[in-house]
């Protein structure tokens, strides 16, 4: 009875805001000019969007509804708009000719960069590279000696196996394997060592991130060399700070806490044997990002004319990937065996598909509605130029991504406003790069503060404690990594 009830004041509500919706706009038109109208339109779709994600409502249908609705409003209100760059005669038709324009644009060069990224680092993780790379990286580690400078270099070695190993829950499950044992055997506690564990990838970046490979895109940069010139110089000095956060934060709530170091659990006696590949493997998830260096325009000018070539990010995958499945094909010495494994790279170029590529191509066409319409002119004719401008455009879009990714546990979000946000920014005269790059870092600073992120609810289970003892342990650090970052973002990027 109350389920039936439920759903008929559901019903009411939705016949209500169907009916309401359509006349409340019709007045602001008539009543205050098409201005008024423009942003009150565009600011209800994305207002709706952003209610319906919160919902858990498939964000990419809503995305895709919502650009759909204003290209078809710019293409009926507006008629001298032009939707498509060669009209099909059809108004109708131009809208879903623009629709077709965008996927077809942007699945044949961002979508193919980041599908093939993620079969990659599937390989990689399927023969037991990435494995391997960790196993060797955590062993210089153990020759620190306090406990908690111990916890703050297992921070930062996670970070920079991210450029590598670009999957949270994946790098943070290896960890867990390999150096949880470790640390735990010499003293450390189960909650600071998930804590850190767990915050690991707290910050997206480098060739194989996502909204690394969108901002790219989007601004025509060459990829590595956006890397080492935009995202370095920030980075570095996180990685640190949070590194040395670590230290003092754990040690605070383990002395708060009380916390037994001889607390028993069973991974702390589970040390994983990891696949025995040869250590030469270490290196196979590593040579994408060799090739990418030598070919790039940092160094060009210092190689010979002869070698001076071109590589972009999905050429250095494939040539990567056929070298794996020679190393690997000599190591068992079966075609069949070397061959079963090819078949995971393409299932998480599948996923990769399904779960980011499909929300980048709605995004953009949410994007070419805003644009089609007119609303990033209308927008930022009413609001004056200046620096104030300028710091409210990065703010608002950074805080939006931050708390969009606490309440969802994803950074994706980022995925889905940063088209809208590169628009905004050039509408108001402010660098891309100074409203992507703050957004691009919210996302996934904002993850790690979500207690149904899959990497905070895989450590957390794993160890017996609860997500929010872990984001408790993390709060005081990446929340001051968080002021940081806009710090040096407004400072550091131009």
Not at 9 to 21: A, D
Not at 115 to 142: Q, T
Not at 308 to 332: E, G, N, P
Not at 337 to 362: P, T
Request: with cysteine; proline share 3%.
């Amino acid at each position: 009875m109350t389920e039936s009830t439920d759903m008929k004041n559901i019903k009411k509500s939705l016949f209500i805001w169907t009916i309401s919706i359509p006349i409340i706009l019709a007045s602001i038109y008539f009543c205050f000019g098409q201005k008024a109208f423009i942003l009150a339109v565009s600011f209800i779709v994305i207002i709706l969007i952003g209610m319906g994600i919160m919902r858990k409502i498939y964000a990419q249908a809503l995305v895709l509804v919502g650009g759909c609705v204003l290209l078809l409003i710019a293409a009926f209100l507006f008629p001298d708009s032009t939707i498509t760059s060669a009209s099909s005669g059809s108004k109708v038709i131009d809208v879903f000719m623009e629709i077709k324009n965008v996927f077809s644009k942007n699945i044949a060069s961002l979508g193919l960069i980041i599908m093939v990224i993620a079969g990659f680092s599937r390989y990689m993780n399927d023969i037991g590279a990435s494995g391997k790379l960790v196993e060797i990286c955590v062993k210089p580690l153990g020759r620190l000696k306090s406990r908690y400078m111990l916890l703050g270099g297992c921070y930062i070695l996670m970070q920079l196996l991210a450029l590598f190993i670009s999957s949270p829950s994946g790098l943070a499950l290896l960890m867990m394997s390999t150096l949880y044992p470790i640390l735990r055997s010499i003293g450390c506690s189960k909650a600071s060592v998930a804590a850190v564990i767990a915050s690991g990838i707290c910050i997206d970046y480098g060739p194989s991130a996502t909204g690394s490979i969108l901002i790219a895109e989007i601004t025509g940069y060459d990829l590595f060399s956006f890397f080492v010139e935009k995202q370095i110089p920030i980075v570095w000095i996180l990685f640190i700070f949070i590194g040395v956060m670590h230290m003092f934060v754990q040690a605070y709530w383990d002395k708060k806490e009380t916390v037994s170091l001889q607390d028993d659990d069973l991974l702390m006696h589970q040390q994983a044997s990891p696949e025995k590949v040869p250590y030469l493997f270490a290196l196979l998830p590593i040579i994408p990002m060799i090739l990418l260096f030598i070919f790039s325009s940092l160094v060009e000018e210092w190689l010979p004319k002869e070698i001076r070539f071109k590589m972009d990010v999905v050429t250095a995958m494939f040539i990567s990937f056929f070298i794996a499945l020679f190393f690997d094909f000599i190591r068992t010495l079966s075609i069949k065996k070397a061959a079963d494994k090819i078949a995971g790279l393409f299932d998480q170029m599948g996923q990769s598909f399904i779960m980011i590529v499909s929300i980048l191509l709605c995004a953009q066409v949410l994007a070419q509605g805003m644009i089609k319409i007119g609303f990033i002119e209308t927008l930022f004719s009413f609001i004056p130029s200046g620096t104030h401008t300028h710091i409210l455009v990065v703010l608002s879009f950074s805080i939006l991504v931050f708390f969009s990714s606490v309440v969802l546990g994803t950074g994706s979000t980022f995925n889905a406003f940063a088209p809208l946000a590169a628009e905004v920014a050039k509408g108001a005269g402010v660098s891309v790069y100074k409203v992507l790059i703050p957004m691009h870092f919210s996302g996934s600073l904002g993850r790690s503060f979500s207690p149904i992120a899959g990497v905070t609810i895989a450590v957390a289970g794993l160890v017996g404690l609860t997500p929010f003892d872990i984001i408790k342990r993390n709060a005081l650090q990446l929340g001051s990594a968080y002021i940081l970052m806009l710090i040096l973002s407004h400072f550091l990027i131009v």
